[in-house]
């Protein structure tokens, strides 16, 4: 369960977040939807522990943790997973080896035992598959000369192998095809458990066709300014955000 | 953040502990009165029951370094080395061991401690081994197997006796006594150090390597190292150095020859890890290299791969002179400096017979306070016609108080040759490592991975084993680099 109440963020003197309300049950997707500069990457960044965002006021407790006061990696050892906008390249690091550093970080502060490179192969091989993707995208240097639907479905990846129990997608949608957005919606979709929670963050409603969220909140000028079920992302669709500020 | 903040000042109280190569070893040793004269070089030489050529060599080139200056056009800064406080020569007090039985079992223990196979039954990695303590070589592992192929490899001081020949015809043929400052001194007072001799046509059945170790105080290293490969032979060395933590600056002044003939294939591997000296730069290992490999038959190649992460001070060009048609000459080389560190490291390669080739790959990183500089000279001699050179020079920095500096001298004599030098300079950005914290790994590991992906290049030249080992040093030595 993830709970943000009043949530003030700000980047420099630029107010960003201006007390942001929101709770996630366990089990449940939503959807953040909301016009450029609201503050929807602002909040996945806070979430997840970037540097360079001052919170100012209001806390985000998940499973009854404050995280705010988590570094990032401790945020992904609690089980939270932020799928990039603009997936990062890392040159001369293989795919397959940053893999499985990080899920053997993540098991290790589990308390998990960590999977030696048999047993990674193994389940990289099968997530892959799961993914529709090749094997040859283990070999290859960390998002080094993908194509944009190649990086977000190696974030996707990630996230399958990581089992996260909050996702943070933001605006994965951006740049797909529909053949892409369909294995990245599936790659969610196959998630879906009593333990699994996500929120995705995404400028159109095209997406949610594809991940049909139990909520969709709209952020607008760094609030929430309304909240409802899968129907508002299709009012939205059609009259657009204008207006929304005031409400 | 406050987090950063935390890691960074946990790890610098950790980071004091963090050289484990730091201890000493109580042994009994017998050294020669401080300082250097002509007495001492005699002695050392008397020592070792040295023939009079020798001798003669050592007083030449003992005669020719008292005129010689130190040489201060690196990029680098310390304070005068004081020559007559030094020891010269310091060994274990007792006779040189016939097989590992006699060996001293503490100094037995102490290579354990290191990590070096030297017992045989140990040794699953098929790796010979010979271990340099101070100035004299202790003991040499794998000799009878290698003997069978016709190898030859021992300290060099029993190589004078057992193998004068050779090592009168080569010794100074590659780095002449009068080359440089340091080559001079190391000539007058070499001590041990190892020898190799690959026969015609014989591929070395394993890989050779050697672990120096300094550990009496205030005592210089001065070795030697001389590697010989016949027609068509090939033979694969590494050397891996490692020293106590002491307060005062230790010199080590090396030097290390090669030479391939037609077809012969030599790959000389390092992985330098010097005592660096503290966090405030005090104390660590001025290391004054002179490296050079001929080639001086056609179609020989010889390869040098570095890791550097130790040592106060780095001085060292392993160089290459292709002499024969059709020669091949590489350096790779990752030079790390953090803290107080400095680093002036580079190639000379020498294009002297016809379509000549050269690859310089070069990774520096900087982290603290350190500099490190790239000083490389590519040279092509008016009859290298069809030479070719590709360098590439890559700096990493980490935080803002360090520095990298790129010094390439290209001098082209015949307009058939091709040069082409790339250089890039960049930090470690904020997205990556934030991008790998939010994977779950902590900062520290994060940059190791990321330092090592810039390494790849070079890493992926090291023979597997060791390519491990200069993963795992490379983070460790920049822990504490981040924040």
Redesign the interface.
Known sequence: MLEIKNLSARIGDKEILRGVNLSVPDGEIHAIMGPNGAGKSTLSYVL?????YEVTGGEAIYNGQDILA????A???AGI??A?QY???????GNA??LR???N??RR?RGEAELDAVAFLKLARTALKNLSMQDDMLKR?VNVGFSGGEKKRNEVL?MAL?RPGLAILDETDSGLDIDALKIVAEGVNALRSPVFSALVITHYQRLLDYIVPDRVHVLAAGKIVRSGGPELALELEARGYAGLEAA | MSTTVETRDTVEALSVEKYKYGFTTEIAMEEFPKGLNEEIVRLISAKKGEPDWLLAWRLKAFALWQKLEEPHWARVEHPPIAYDELYYYAAPAAPTPKSLDEVNPALLNMYEKLGIPLNERAALAGVAVDAVFDSVSVATTFRETLAKSGVIFCPISEAVREHPELVHKYLGSVVPYGDNYFAALNSAVFSDGSFVYIPKGVRCPMELSTYFRINARNTGQFERTLIIAEEGASVSYLEGCTAPMRDENQLHAAVVELVAMDEAKIKYSTVQNWYPGDADGKGGIYNFVTKRGACRGRNSKISWTQVETGSAITWKYPSCILQGDGSVGEFYSVAMTHNHQQADTGTKMIHIGKNTTSTIISKGISAGHSNNTYRGLVKIMPNASGARNYTQCDSLLIGDQCGAHTVPYIESRNASAKVEHEATTSKIAEDQLFYCRSRGLSEEDAVGLIVNGFCKDVLKELPMEFAVEAQKLLAVSLEGSVG
Request: proline share 9%; charged share 15%.
């Open positions: 997840s522990g970037r540097e360079g988590l570094t990032p990696e945020r992904a050892a997973f932020l990039f997936p990062v390249e890392l040159p001369g690091v080896n940053f550093t990080a899920l970080a993540v502060a240097n990630q990581l």
